[in-house]
């Protein structure tokens, strides 16, 4: 089967080269990487056809999570579509190799890979690695519903695979959507019946270290989504995520860093009342939305 990786850009000069490199040495080849750059100010795009990769160029403003990640689809070529970011560098050289394995099986659709941290992040970002990214795989299915709730369609675009023919049998990504494109699409392959395998042996590094403020954006944002989705949370509060993770780090930082610990606290204040503000979105005046999010674009 032939694959393909797509990975959307701005501004990313400091990494797109090396993720370049790492990715054109694998054990298994990509048969072509297309990188779709949103007006970069600096060399991205140069660098990306420097290093082989097919370049698309859209203005700034038509950037969308969904969106443009469809227009490179449409663009491509290969049977299995990787899925990264610009700042998800490969572990090793086996990443393309591991997280298009379970693709083999007909049943399984599509697969995320872990994302781990280095010595450079904060010890709250090491935590939200591990918790949302263990070491042991599973795969998810229609069945695992009940059990797992909203987590059953828990997926991450910062590295995924996909295979096209269900890719597009599902409708794609959707447009206009201010984040969570993903877990959209996983949404819909694990309705119509498809499974999503967690690959944890296919790794990247990735991680932000945001500050309370952008955390506290980067949750408006999310319950911007799942306001304008609500029909997802009737399989489960995002909440009750949010609770068993607060307590999960305040556990692991008296531990491992004590000093974190007042830290996380506050943060995870910021990412709740973010949160919150997100779901009541609709009785905020458009400035104000556009000063408190991370995604001006879908306000436009």
């Known amino acids: 089967m032939k694959i393909s990786i797509i990975i959307p850009t701005l501004n990313c000069e400091k990494t797109i080269g090396e993720l370049l ?16 750059d949103s007006e970069s100010n600096d060399k991205t795009a140069e660098i990306a056809e420097k290093e082989g990769a097919k370049v698309i160029k859209i203005e700034r403003r038509d950037f969308d999570h969904g969106g443009t990640r469809n227009l490179a689809a449409e663009n491509s070529t290969g049977d299995i579509i990787i899925f990264l970011t610009q700042d998800a560098l490969p572990y090793d050289e086996y990443f393309i190799e591991n997280i298009i394995t379970p693709l083999k099986n007909s049943d399984i659709a599509a697969a995320y890979g872990r994302q781990i941290a280095d010595e450079k992040a904060i010890p709250t970002e090491k935590f939200a690695r591990l918790f949302n990214y263990p070491e042991k795989g599973f795969i998810k299915s229609k069945e695992n519903i009940n059990e797992l709730k909203i987590k059953a369609f828990f997926f991450s675009n910062v590295c995924s695979a996909i295979r096209r ?44 270290n945001y500050s309370p403020i952008k955390q506290f954006k980067r949750n408006f944002d999310i319950g911007v989504f799942f306001s304008e989705n609500s029909w997802i949370l009737q399989y489960g509060k995002s909440e009750g995520e949010g609770i068993k993770f607060l307590k999960d780090e305040i556990k692991y930082l008296w531990q491992n860093d004590k000093i974190w610990t007042l830290y996380a606290i506050l943060e995870n204040a910021f990412r709740f009342f973010g949160y919150r503000l997100g779901l009541k979105h609709k009785y905020l005046p458009l400035f104000l939305k556009k000063r408190i999010s991370m995604n001006n674009n879908y306000w436009k």
């Open 165 to 208: 023919k269900e890719f597009e049998q599902v409708g794609k990504f959707p447009d206009n959507t201010i984040m969570n494109e993903d877990m959209i699409i996983a949404s819909k392959l694990i309705l119509n019946g498809y499974k999503i395998a967690y690959v944890p042996n296919a790794i990247v590094i990735h991680y932000h």
């Open 21 to 36: 490199k790492r990715l054109k040495n694998q054990t298994q080849k990509a048969d072509e990487i297309i990188v779709v």
